[in-house]
């Protein structure tokens, strides 16, 4: 069975760093895009970035772009997304989903999502 | 960035009618267009790729069309388990971007 597993509910005070995960199975890791979608409590989905395993291959959203890394070791499977210094703005759910398509760089959507992550960031 | 606009907003339905759901872009996107399902506390669900491409395992109800700016998502008869949040997304161009969310609720 293809899936993304992610890492449990986080809570952090401003400024701290933090790194979430997702571990994927069932499928060849190296060989598919993984996105990052954030949704804020009872707002929409927005598009954070992408990183390709295989080799690291990273686009950010601008809106993302400085405020968070996307990184990935290929070697267990799993993908991360890290802050260096959390805001209580960045209070959110957080999905991983694998981006599937017909080659690399030809994209469909995204397919497999994993169960999400909360961030909850408060003094 | 690419803008992608839903209408409406919200939807009231009743099990068994016709509903169709716009997204609008605001420049051509071609066909590179998903569209997703969120049923609260879960995540998204893929149900149409390329504008009008089923998702496997996706039932036949859904469907989705369009091409250049403007896309529907159409579910023929209505559901109990169809009531959800639905999302296009564009990926012609980075960003990616999502709509703002069309929410159908039960009339």
């Known amino acids: 069975e293809v899936q993304l597993v992610q890492s449990g509910a986080e809570v952090k005070k401003p400024g701290e760093s933090l790194k979430i995960s997702c571990k994927g199975s069932g499928y060849s890791f190296t060989s598919y895009w993984i996105g990052w979608v954030r949704q804020m409590p009872g707002k929409g989905l927005e598009w954070m970035g992408i990183?390709?395993?295989?080799?690291?291959?990273?686009r950010y959203s601008p809106s993302f772009q400085g405020q968070v890394t996307i990184s990935a070791d290929k070697s267990i499977s799993t993908a991360y997304l890290q802050w260096s210094s959390l805001k209580a703005s960045d209070t959110a759910m957080y999905y991983c989903a694998r981006v599937v398509g017909p080659a690399r760089n030809y994209y469909y959507g995204m397919d497999v999502w994993g169960q999400g992550t909360t961030v909850t960031v408060s003094s | 960035d690419i803008q992608m606009t839903q209408s409406p907003s919200t939807l009231s339905a009743s099990v068994g009618d016709r509903v169709t759901i716009t997204c609008r872009a605001s420049q051509s996107i071609s066909s590179w267009l998903a569209w997703y399902q969120q049923k609260p506390g879960k995540a998204p669900k893929l149900l149409i790729y390329k504008a009008s491409s089923l998702e496997s395992g996706v039932p036949s109800r859904f469907s989705g069309s369009g091409s250049g700016t403007e896309f529907t998502l159409t579910i023929s008869s209505l559901q109990p388990d169809d009531f959800a949040t639905y999302y296009c997304q564009q990926y012609n161009s980075f960003p990616w971007t999502f709509g703002q969310g069309t929410k159908v609720e039960i009339k």
């Open positions: 990183i390709y395993p295989g080799d690291s291959d990273t």
